[in-house]
């Protein structure tokens, strides 16, 4: 699934695609997965933001288009056979791409997320201000989930899922099975630091663009995230540290990649 690097390069590459441009028609045959799209018929697109995993499109007239890229979302300059939306712009089509269609589309008044719950809980953003040891500190120490599972909730920091959950548990040198309020300040501080590094390293390279392909960014260009990873994905190989075999288990249902040594697993 797409996280907060990938979102973050699509929305950087839709930007000047989008921005002051009229949607002049949205083409689907989903009305129950893309929701009340023509109301964003006829109008100019102000900003483009991300939330979390979301992009929020700010519409003339105080509405809000909201995309979720799901599992294998994603856009695209040139149609292809999974392209699920057709966004007409005056000057060019855009394509929402989706083979296992589960991203979502919503266009609500600007704020109103109710139909959204996962938006109106997201926590802070990882890379920006916001996002304070003080409150992420008190974030662990109240709860008993494991921390594998707390970096996926969204509520500790928005944005980060499977991959850099596991990238970052590694850098920090902690168990992803460990109970989040049994860890020191120092171990806290470690995993603080290390949300932050991986999740700006990935932005910065793209995002991680893995075997299937499914994430590109807009224009085809891939990730190149992805050969940095030190343990996701990585199940049997030696850890880049000390050379003992990256382990898999499952976690919440989901795979979780881990250096048994380096870790403490």
């Known amino acids: 699934m797409p996280e907060l690097p990938e979102v973050e390069n699509t929305r950087r590459k839709l ?76 000057d060019q089509e855009v394509f929402f791409h ?49 921390l594998k599972a707390l970096l996926l909730d969204q509520r500790l920091a928005a944005g980060v899922g499977n991959i850099y959950a596991d990238e970052a548990l ?5 168990s992803p099975f460990r109970r989040g309020r049994d860890l020191s300040q120092g171990e806290a501080e470690r995993l ?24 590109q960014q807009p224009d085809g260009l891939p990730g190149s995230f992805q050969l940095r990873h030190a343990v996701y994905g990585r199940t049997g190989l030696p850890c880049p540290v000390c050379g003992e075999p990256i382990a898999r288990k499952t976690l919440g249902g989901r795979g979780t990649h881990f250096c048994p040594r380096c870790q403490g697993a």
């Open 15 to 90: 930007l000047p695609l989008f921005l002051g441009k009229r949607l002049l028609a949205i083409q689907h045959q989903d009305p129950l997965r893309y929701r009340n799209t023509e109301r964003a018929l006829g109008q100019r697109v102000e900003d483009l933001c991300r939330r979390g995993k979301f992009l929020l499109f700010g519409l003339t007239e105080g509405w809000e288009m909201v995309v979720h890229l799901g599992m294998t979302g994603g856009f695209r300059l040139e149609e292809t056979p999974h392209a699920r939306v057709v966004f007409r712009l005056e």
């Open 98 to 146: 989706d083979p296992r269609r589960f991203g979502r589309i919503w266009v609500v008044k600007k704020g109103d997320y109710r139909e959204i719950p996962l938006l109106l809980r997201l926590g802070p953003e990882p890379l920006s201000q916001d996002f304070r040891f003080p409150e992420f500190w008190l974030g662990l120490k109240g709860s008993q989930k494991p």
């Open 170 to 174: 590694f850098r920090a040198r902690l």
């Open 192 to 215: 603080f630091a290390a949300i932050r590094t991986v999740l700006a390293e990935a932005t910065a390279l793209g995002g991680s663009t893995l075997s299937d392909r499914t994430y």
